[in-house]
């Protein structure tokens, strides 16, 4: 998995919605 700031999760899960993003959004 790839640990981001929240902030960046969001983000990061738009532009790169395979990878394993693991934060408080997707992972409460």
């Given at each position: 998995?790839?640990?981001?700031?929240?902030?960046?999760?969001?983000?990061y899960?738009?532009y790169?919605?395979?990878?394993d993003?693991?934060?408080?959004?997707?992972?409460?």
């Amino acid at each position: 998995g790839h640990r981001l700031l929240t902030r960046d999760a969001a983000r990061y899960r738009s532009y790169f919605p395979d990878l394993d993003i693991i934060s408080p959004e997707t992972h409460p």
